[in-house]
């Protein structure tokens, strides 16, 4: 039997639902990744049931993937589908100009290729997730096996330069394996506390060899939808600065919840 949800649960339910409203009939839709990203996806294949709605999706991991053909979605390749007009995904931290760190669901890599790949990219999150500065959440970074020891060492280098205040660098693990992403890398967590110059930052790390890709996800989205507990949501307009506050009812036994 599945729990009850939580108020976090809630909030995520709540920016998922509010989201899916922004697809149209006929769309090409990118699925991003993580448990926000799971209820975006079950949202949105419940209007594709109860309103027929014709959609092309991409996936931004085999997870995403899986469950979005298990829920009915039709799911091709971002080469097959060419440009899409939008992508909705999760995020860990998000700031005031909507620049995130994303890749806590170590997707970083598939994610950022799909989102800079459409139109217009919906951040959908919880409140927790809104920072000042980028940085509290460790910035994933994804790396090629080959020589890893020596990417790390290099990307250490670089900190020590960079307007950052934590330069502790740690590889990510599976249990007692390292992780793995869909591409088959390894991902490195910098527990950087605070990014004083995130484009910066983002450039000097990706010069470097052996660095497929970092989670600075930069001028790239461009709202943000902001579920809390109680069902309010808040989305956030970055182009025409406008904020619509407006509410999600849902029952506990709403399909949404299933299996949480
Ligand atoms: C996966 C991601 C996720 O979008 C991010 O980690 C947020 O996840 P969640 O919705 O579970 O909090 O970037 O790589």
Not at 28 to 53: D, F, I
Not at 93 to 98: P, T
């Given at each position: 039997?599945?729990?009850?949800?939580?108020?976090?649960?809630?909030?995520?339910?709540?920016?998922?639902?509010?989201?899916?409203?922004?697809?149209?009939?006929?769309?090409?839709?990118?699925?991003?990744?993580?448990?926000?990203?799971?209820?975006?996806?079950?949202?949105?294949?419940?209007?594709?049931?109860?309103?027929?709605?014709?959609?092309?999706?991409?996936?931004?991991?085999?997870?995403?993937?899986?469950?979005?053909?298990?829920?009915?979605?039709?799911?091709?390749?971002?080469?097959?589908?060419?440009?899409?007009?939008?992508?909705?995904?999760?995020?860990?931290?998000?700031?005031?100009?909507?620049?995130?760190?994303?890749?806590?669901?170590?997707?970083?890599?598939?994610?950022?290729?799909?989102?800079?790949?459409?139109?217009?990219?919906?951040?959908?999150?919880?409140?927790?997730?809104?920072?000042?500065?980028?940085?509290?959440?460790?910035?994933?970074?994804?790396?090629?096996?080959?020589g890893w020891t020596a990417t790390q060492h290099l990307i250490g280098e670089n900190l020590e330069e960079a307007d950052v205040l934590g330069t502790?660098?740690?590889?990510?693990?599976?249990?007692?394996?390292?992780?793995?992403?869909?591409?088959?890398?390894?991902?490195?967590?910098?527990?950087?506390?605070?990014?004083?110059?995130?484009?910066?930052?983002?450039?000097?790390?990706?010069?470097?060899?052996?660095?497929?890709?970092?989670?600075?996800?930069?001028?790239?989205?461009?709202?943000?939808?902001?579920?809390?507990?109680?069902?309010?949501?808040?989305?956030?307009?970055?182009?025409?600065?406008?904020?619509?506050?407006?509410?999600?009812?849902?029952?506990?036994?709403?399909?949404?919840?299933?299996?949480?």
């Amino acid at each position: 039997m599945s729990k009850p949800p939580s108020r976090s649960d809630r909030a995520k339910a709540a920016a998922a639902q509010r989201s899916v409203a922004f697809i149209e009939d006929g769309m090409k839709v990118g699925l991003g990744t993580g448990s926000t990203a799971a209820l975006m996806v079950r949202a949105l294949a419940e209007r594709v049931r109860t309103e027929g709605l014709t959609l092309t999706c991409v996936a931004t991991s085999t997870r995403t993937a899986d469950q979005a053909r298990g829920e009915g979605l039709k799911v091709v390749p971002l080469d097959e589908a060419g440009w899409l007009d939008l992508t909705i995904d999760g995020a860990d931290e998000f700031d005031a100009d909507l620049s995130l760190i994303k890749g806590g669901g170590g997707a970083l890599l598939q994610e950022k290729i799909v989102a800079a790949a459409s139109d217009r990219m919906i951040v959908i999150t919880d409140a927790s997730k809104e920072v000042k500065t980028l940085g509290a959440f460790p910035l994933p970074v994804e790396v090629i096996p080959f020589g890893w020891t020596a990417t790390q060492h290099l990307i250490g280098e670089n900190l020590e330069e960079a307007d950052v205040l934590g330069t502790e660098i740690s590889r990510r693990m599976a249990g007692s394996e390292p992780f793995r992403t869909d591409e088959g890398n390894f991902i490195l967590d910098l527990a950087l506390v605070r990014i004083g110059d995130a484009r910066k930052l983002s450039l000097t790390l990706n010069q470097i060899p052996g660095v497929v890709e970092n989670g600075l996800f930069l001028g790239l989205c461009d709202a943000v939808i902001i579920g809390h507990g109680d069902g309010r949501v808040e989305t956030r307009d970055l182009h025409t600065g406008t904020v619509h506050e407006e509410s999600v009812l849902f029952e506990e036994t709403d399909n949404i919840f299933r299996d949480l």
